[in-house]
Antibody
Framework: EVQLVESGGDLVQPGGSLKLSCAASGFIFSGATMHWVRQASGKGLEWVGRIRSHVNNYATTYAASVKGRFTISRDDSKNTAYLQTNSLKTEDTAVYYC??????????????WGQGTLVTVSS | EIVLTQSPGTLSLSPGERATLSCRASQSISSSYLAWYQQKPGQAPRLLIYGASTRATGIPDRFSGSGSGADFTLTISRLEPEDFAVYYCQQYGSSPLFTFGPGTTVDIK
């Protein structure tokens, strides 16, 4: 069974940093592209960014709203993806989900999701 | 940037009725790049349909997707009590790479 478990969400002050983790199990992590998607309370879904597999040189792409402030990385030996968030703003407050895309369904959609971790940016 | 518009915003129906949800893109997109998700309160989204019309693993056949170009539809043939939720369409494009529609809420009439 595919499982994605996020952790690391917390209350942080504006301008602060936080590192989120996404622990994966039940599939070949090294072959998957991993994404982060966020959702502010009562709002819709916003894609944050992705990291591709070693086959694609771990290439990363980000949404304009977080580019230059957020960094996605992965450790295939630990089956874990990360989201480093810096220079946090109040508008970054959201539940952050990690999600997977891979060849078995489609590279263009997210076939498995974690339960989410809450990041609150407030003074 | 490709913008997705979903209609209606809210659909009030009774169990057993048919639900038809629309997703319109601001420009034509490949059917391969269009997906639908279901989200219930307090839960993560769940992939229903990818490639505009292919059901994801474990999705009941009362859910179907169709469409091409800029107009796509999610149909739930007969609503079950567990189908009342928010539905999002999503596309893969240029910048940003992935975008979601604002969602359609299907609630109980």
């Amino acid at each position: 069974e595919v499982q994605l478990v996020e952790s690391g969400g917390d209350l942080v002050q504006p301008g602060g940093s936080l590192k989120l983790s996404c622990a994966a199990s039940g599939f070949i992590f090294s072959g998957a592209t991993m994404h982060w998607v966020r959702q502010a309370s009562g709002k819709g879904l916003e894609w944050v960014g992705r990291i591709r597999s070693h086959v694609n040189n771990y290439a990363t792409t980000y949404a304009a709203s977080v580019k230059g402030r957020f960094t996605i990385s992965r450790d295939d030996s630990k089956n874990t993806a990360y989201l480093q968030t810096n220079s946090l703003k109040t508008e970054d407050t959201a539940v952050y989900y990690c999600a997977r895309s891979e060849y078995s369904s489609s590279w263009y959609s997210f076939d498995s999701w974690g339960q989410g971790t809450l990041v609150t940016v407030s003074s | 940037e490709i913008v997705l518009t979903q209609s209606p915003g809210t659909l009030s129906l009774s169990p057993g009725e048919r639900a038809t949800l629309s997703c319109r893109a601001s420009q034509s997109i490949s059917s391969s790049y269009l997906a639908w998700y279901q989200q219930k309160p307090g839960q993560a989204p769940r992939l229903l349909i990818y490639g505009a019309s292919t059901r994801a693993t474990g999705i009941p056949d009362r859910f179907s997707g169709s469409g091409s170009g800029a107009d796509f539809t999610l149909t739930i043939s007969r609503l079950e009590p567990e189908d009342f939720a928010v539905y999002y369409c999503q596309q893969y494009g240029s910048s940003p790479l992935f975008t979601f529609g604002p969602g359609t809420t299907v609630d109980i009439k």
